[in-house]
C-alpha cells in the first residue's frame, strides 16, 4: 500500500475452491461462512463424478453447531499426519527467503507499545521474523520473496502491527492482502487491515486511479501491539497452452481473528505495489517491507496440486429393517435391493425407514502418504479401507449440524478397495450422510455426490439479534467450550450499539467472554422447537479464564475455585444508558458488576462494587478481609508493562487498571500453571463499599 492512500482477522481449503473446475454437480448443503473452511472440495479439471447418483437422498446437512463425536478416534501419530496439515516456515533463520535486506530480522520476541508510532522493539532469539524498516528502506528491494513459489495456497500466519505501521501480503508477490493498524476504525476501507488493497492506473481520472479495492467485510483489526491471527485461501490464475489467461486470481476466503472478511473476491489482475504487473500460474510469496515495521511468526502454508481422490465400481447393498438399538450383522439381514451405486436414489433409501446400507468399491489415491477421512452423519457410518476401520461414528437424531468424526491411514498410491457401512435406527429424522478426503497435495474433498435424488436440504433463514439504539441483554445458554460439549445453563449475553459484546455466567458472576463485530445468531433458541437454547457470538470472540470474579481464600498462595458454592445472583438493575449492572453475594460480599463500552467501543470498562456482607452469613467474619481478592485476569502468561497495564495470554489482549484501588499480585497459580493478576480487597462496612475499575483492550 502507498503511503499517500493514507491520507484520503485447522486447516483447509474452502469449498469455493472445488466450485472452479468442479463437476457439473451442484454443492451438497448449504454452509454458513465460519463452517466453510472446513468444508471443501476442489478440483482443476472437469471429471466425471465417482459415485454419480449415490447416496444423494442421504446427503444434506444442516448447519450451526461443532461436531460432537459419539466414537472417539485414536489420535493419529506423526507419521500419519504426512502432507495433511500445513508446512511450518523455518524462522530459524532467513534461509527461506531469497536475499533478505538487513532490515528483516530473526528475533526471538516482539512488542510493540500502544502509544509509540511505528515502533517495534525485539528480542534476541528465534520464531519471529521481524521487518524494521528505517526511513532510508524504500523499493521493491526492501520487500521479503519467499523461495517458494506458489499457485493454489492455502496460508496462515499470526501479525503484529505497531501503532500506524503499515505492511501487507502479496500473494505470488502481486496481489496484496492488506497489514495496517485499523484499531478502532467504524467503516474500513480497502486501506485497511484485512482489505484487498486497490488496483493504479495513472491514466484514469483524477479520483479513479485506484480501482478494485475490497474492504473487509467487518473490522476486527486488534490493538496495536496485539498479535492477530490471518488465514487466507488464495486460487492462482489459469492459462490455455498458449499462455492466455483463462480465469482470474481469486481468494476465496480470506480470515482475520475468526472472522470471516472476505468470499470468493475476484482479482482481475495485480494490485497497487506489487513487484511485476503480468500474471503467471506460479510465483513466490512476497511480504512488504519499506512502508513500516511488522512482526510474523506461526507462519503456515499448503500448496495444492491437481489431485484428488475417485471412486469406480461402486455397489449399494440396501437392507429394509425394523427399528433397532444396535446395527445387525449383514449376515443377518435379508437384501431388499442390491446393484451398482450410480442407480441409488430416493426410490431405494426412504428417509422414514429404518435400514441399513452398504457401499462399497474401488478409491484410487493419487500420492503415496497420509490420508484423511471425514464422515458427518446422523445414525451410525463406518468406513473401512483395505479392511481396516478408518472411521467411525454414531451420532444422535437432534445433533445439528452434523456431528463429525476423523481417521487417517497411509496408503500407497493406486486402487483401493473401500466399505462404507451407514444405518439409521430411527424413523423421525431424515437420513444424512457425507464423506470427505484430504490427503497430499489436495485439500478436503467431498466423496459423496447430490444428485441421485431430489434435494431435501433443511434450509434454515438464521435469526441474527443485534443491539440497535440500546444494549440488549439475551439469557440463553451457551457453549462452555469449543468442542461444544457442554454448555452454560445461566448465561446472559449484552449486545451493545458500539458492537462490542460480553456474555456472563450469571451462576457465578464469570465474564465468559467478549466480542466484536454483529452481537448474536439466535437461530437455535427461536427456530422450530428451540431445543438447543444456544445464542452464538456473531464477531470476533475473545475467550477469558473460567471460574468466579472474587473469592476468599485461605492464604494469597491458596488455589483459586474453579467455581463458589456460596453464590447468589441477585439480578440486575440497568443504568442511565440501559446497561446491565449485575447483582450477586459471592464470598461474603456483595457485588455490582457493571461493565460498558468506552472509547468508542474500542475498550470495554468493567467497575466492580463490592461491599462487606460477612455479617449477614453465618461462621464467616471481619478476619477474612485479607484473604478476600478479585481476579482481573488469569492465562498462560501474564505480562507487566512499563505503562502499568498488562498483556495476557502472550499478547492476546491487555488489562488496564483505572483507579485499582490497590497494588494488583501477579502470581503463578500453586499448581504452577497459569498466570493469574490478583487484586486484594480491603473491606469497611457496608457503607464503605470499595470500587475495582479495570479496563479490557483487544
Not at 4 to 29: H, T
Not at 145 to 166: I, Q, R
Not at 553 to 572: H, I, M, N, T, V
Request: include cysteine; proline fraction near 7%; charge should be neutral.
Amino acid at each position: 500500500m502507498r503511503e499517500d492512500a493514507l491520507d484520503g482477522r485447522r486447516r483447509c481449503f474452502p469449498r469455493a475452491l472445488a466450485e472452479r473446475a468442479a463437476p457439473p454437480a451442484p454443492p451438497v448443503f448449504r454452509i454458513s461462512s465460519d463452517e466453510c473452511f472446513r468444508r471443501m472440495t476442489h478440483s482443476r479439471k472437469k471429471r466425471g463424478l465417482f459415485l454419480t447418483g449415490v447416496l444423494l437422498a442421504l446427503v444434506a446437512l444442516a448447519t450451526g453447531a461443532s461436531p460432537q463425536p459419539a466414537a472417539a478416534q485414536s489420535s493419529a501419530s506423526p507419521a500419519l499426519e504426512g502432507d495433511l496439515e500445513p508446512t511450518a516456515l523455518a524462522l530459524d533463520d532467513l534461509s527461506a527467503f531469497e536475499s533478505p535486506q538487513d532490515h528483516w530480522q530473526i528475533v526471538g520476541r516482539a512488542r510493540a507499545s500502544r502509544t509509540e508510532r511505528r515502533v517495534l522493539h525485539t528480542e534476541p532469539g528465534t520464531g519471529v521474523l521481524a521487518g524494521l524498516p528505517t526511513e532510508d528502506t524504500k523499493g521493491h528491494e526492501a520487500n521479503l520473496y519467499t523461495a517458494f513459489e506458489h499457485g493454489d495456497l492455502f496460508l496462515e500466519m499470526d501479525v503484529m502491527m505497531p501503532k500506524g505501521s503499515n505492511s501487507g501480503i502479496y500473494l505470488m508477490g502481486r496481489y496484496e492482502v492488506q497489514l495496517l493498524d485499523s484499531w478502532g476504525v467504524d467503516t474500513p476501507s480497502s486501506h485497511d487491515m484485512g482489505a484487498v488493497y486497490q488496483r493504479w492506473d495513472p491514466d484514469r481520472p483524477e479520483g479513479e486511479k485506484g480501482y478494485q479495492g475490497h474492504p473487509p467485510r467487518v473490522n476486527v483489526a486488534r490493538a496495536p501491539g496485539l498479535w492477530q491471527h490471518l488465514e487466507i485461501a488464495f486460487e492462482a490464475p489459469e492459462f490455455n497452452a498458449q499462455g492466455k489467461k483463462t480465469k482470474n486470481a481469486r481468494l476465496a476466503e480470506v480470515r482475520l481473528n475468526g472472522v470471516v472478511i472476505h468470499k470468493n473476491v475476484t482479482l482481475r489482475g495485480p494490485t497497487r505495489g506489487s513487484y511485476r504487473t503480468d500474471e503467471v500460474a506460479r510465483a513466490p510469496l512476497m511480504i512488504q517491507g519499506d512502508h513500516g515495521p511488522v512482526a510474523l511468526r506461526n507462519i503456515r502454508y499448503k500448496r495444492y496440486e491437481d489431485a484428488r481422490v475417485q471412486l469406480s465400481d461402486v455397489q449399494y447393498r440396501y437392507f429394509d429393517v425394523d427399528r433397532f438399538d444396535e446395527r445387525p450383522s449383514l449376515d443377518t439381514l435379508e437384501t431388499t435391493q442390491a446393484g451398482a451405486a450410480d442407480v441409488l436414489g430416493q426410490q431405494v433409501v426412504d428417509d422414514n425407514n429404518t435400514f441399513v446400507l452398504e457401499l462399497t468399491g474401488t478409491m484410487r489415491v493419487p500420492k503415496a502418504g497420509a490420508y484423511r477421512f471425514d464422515v458427518q452423519n446422523r445414525g451410525e457410518a463406518v468406513l473401512s479401507v483395505d479392511g481396516e476401520r478408518v472411521v467411525r461414528q454414531v451420532a444422535g437424531a437432534d445433533e445439528r449440524p452434523l456431528p463429525s468424526a476423523s481417521g487417517r491411514v497411509p496408503l500407497e498410491a493406486g486402487a483401493h478397495d473401500f466399505r462404507l457401512l451407514y444405518a439409521k435406527s430411527y424413523s423421525f429424522r431424515r437420513a444424512r450422510l457425507a464423506l470427505f478426503a484430504i490427503g497430499p497435495g489436495m485439500p478436503r474433498q467431498e466423496l459423496t455426490a447430490p444428485r441421485s435424488a431430489p434435494s431435501r436440504e433443511e434450509s434454515v433463514d438464521p435469526i441474527f439479534v443485534e443491539a440497535g439504539e440500546q444494549p440488549y441483554v439475551l439469557r440463553s445458554f451457551l457453549w462452555q467450550s469449543e468442542d461444544r460439549e457442554r454448555k452454560y445453563t445461566h448465561a446472559a449475553s449484552v449486545g451493545t450499539p458500539t458492537g462490542t459484546h460480553y456474555a456472563m455466567d450469571v451462576a457465578q458472576g464469570t465474564l465468559l467472554r467478549v466480542w466484536k463485530g454483529g452481537f448474536a445468531n439466535a437461530t437455535r433458541m427461536w427456530k422450530g422447537r428451540g431445543n438447543a437454547q444456544v445464542a452464538v457470538p456473531r464477531g470476533s470472540v475473545l475467550h477469558l479464564a473460567e471460574g468466579p470474579p472474587v473469592a476468599a481464600l485461605s492464604s494469597p498462595e491458596a488455589p483459586w475455585p474453579d467455581s463458589l458454592a456460596r453464590f447468589r445472583y441477585q439480578g440486575y438493575r440497568l443504568d442511565d444508558d440501559g446497561h446491565p449492572v449485575f447483582r450477586y453475594r459471592a464470598a461474603g460480599m456483595n457485588v455490582e458488576d457493571h461493565l460498558r463500552p468506552i472509547q468508542d467501543g474500542r475498550v470495554l470498562a468493567r467497575t466492580m462494587t463490592v461491599r462487606d456482607a460477612s455479617g449477614e452469613e453465618s461462621g464467616s467474619g471481619r478476619d477474612e478481609d485479607a484473604r478476600r481478592f478479585v481476579r482481573l485476569a488469569a492465562a498462560d502468561q501474564i505480562e507487566r508493562l512499563s505503562d502499568g497495564s498488562y498483556a495476557v495470554g502472550d499478547f492476546t489482549y491487555y488489562v488496564d487498571l483505572a483507579d485499582a484501588a490497590g497494588s494488583p499480585k501477579l502470581r503463578t497459580a500453586p499448581d504452577g500453571g497459569r498466570d493469574e493478576l490478583l487484586l486484594p480487597l480491603r473491606l469497611g462496612s457496608e457503607t464503605e463499599p470499595m470500587q475495582v475499575s479495570y479496563q479490557i483492550v483487544w
